[in-house]
């Protein structure tokens, strides 16, 4: 393989940058051209695409974002889409390609593996959602800019002796809910994984009350509920002063941390590395601290897992 491809796509998560320059510096280092394509599978169809040199990717390590730019693309989604997407990689010689992004990215790099063209998965994303690896790039970046957050609310909270609501992403993942929640020690946890029961939220926070608890903060991942329905909900049932913190699109950004950037530069230098020995259509993963990987179709087939021994020791931490 003499020329590879990188696109990043989805929504962006903080490590993207760290991956691409490790996909670039590696794929040189073994004489391989690479080409970025810019604005994902939407830059991909129109021939967004320029060859990406040694320099091209200094100075990013330390950044959020994605260099390459991202996109949701529908029309990826659809044969013809794909059609166009392969006719561009042809037309600039580029043999096989590395997809950094979330599940909807690595539906995309199965298609093109489907219709016979080499690609591997790297999973980045702020929800670590991605089947195939205990954990996604972005997902230790963002987990700390939602723990610096809520650190600073538990002042507030404390001082006035009032309720937090706190809204974090997760549209179908409560990893980050979870984590959060047990890291920065909160009263309540919701994901999606198990739904809510109002009853047993308010149960719960008013024994905390009786016991002489002062304040309580409650973690929402956002697809179990908006956080601001919840407070309501939680106002009509309780007479807690209850505040609302929605967190959003921070929580996808900020400089990556030291675990983020060592996790993605091992998992881009794995990718180049199977596109080099000719294996196409995987998943790159880490598990129990070593580079793993799968074919594509099968780890898009598993499930991601919720640890559940987390959930528990959740409930027992948080009384
Ligand atoms: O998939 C990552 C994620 O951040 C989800 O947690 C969230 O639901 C979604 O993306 C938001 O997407 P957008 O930025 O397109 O609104």
Do not use: W
């Not at 020329?3 to 998560?13: C, E, F, H, Q």
């Not at 549209?171 to 309540?188: F, I, M, Q, S």
């Not at 009350?209 to 697809?223: F, L, P």
């Not at 060592?262 to 230098?269: N, P």
């Amino acid at each position: 393989m003499k020329k590879i491809g990188v696109l990043t796509s989805g929504g962006d998560s903080p490590g993207m940058n760290p991956a691409i320059r490790a996909v670039v510096r590696k794929a040189i280092f073994h004489n391989v051209e690479v080409y970025g394509i810019y604005g994902g599978y939407t830059g991909l169809i129109s021939g967004n695409i320029k060859k990406l040199e040694l320099g091209s990717v200094g100075d990013i390590i330390h950044r959020g974002g994605t260099m390459l730019h991202t996109a949701r693309c529908p029309e990826f989604k659809t044969p013809e889409g794909q059609q166009k997407g392969i006719e561009q990689l042809k037309a600039h010689g580029i043999e096989g390609l590395v997809v950094i992004g979330g599940d909807g990215s690595y539906r995309g790099a199965r298609a093109l593996t489907q219709h016979g063209y080499p690609c591997i998965g790297v999973p980045g994303t702020i929800d670590n959602d991605i089947p195939g690896t205990e954990v996604t790039i972005g997902f230790d970046t963002a987990l700390n800019t939602v723990i610096d957050a809520l650190d600073k609310i538990r002042d507030t909270a404390t001082s006035h002796e009032r309720t937090f609501v706190i809204e974090v992403m997760g549209r179908d993942a409560g990893d980050l809910a979870l984590y959060a929640g047990l890291a920065g020690g909160a009263e309540t946890i919701l994901i999606p994984e198990e739904g809510y029961d109002m009853a047993e939220v308010t149960d719960r926070l008013r024994k905390g009350q009786e016991r002489g608890k002062k304040h309580s903060i409650i973690i929402v991942a956002e697809g179990v509920c908006n956080g601001n329905d919840f407070a309501k909900q939680l106002k009509e049932a309780t007479n807690f002063d209850t505040r609302v913190s929605v967190l959003g699109h921070i929580q996808r950004g900020g400089s990556p941390t030291a675990a983020d950037r060592v996790l993605a530069s091992r998992l881009g230098a794995r990718a180049v590395e199977l596109l080099i020995e000719g294996k196409g259509g995987r998943a790159v993963g880490i598990e129990k601290n070593s580079l793993v990987d799968y074919d594509i179709v099968e780890a898009l087939e598993r499930k991601h897992k919720l640890d559940l021994d987390l959930v528990k020791l959740s409930k027992e931490l948080s009384i």
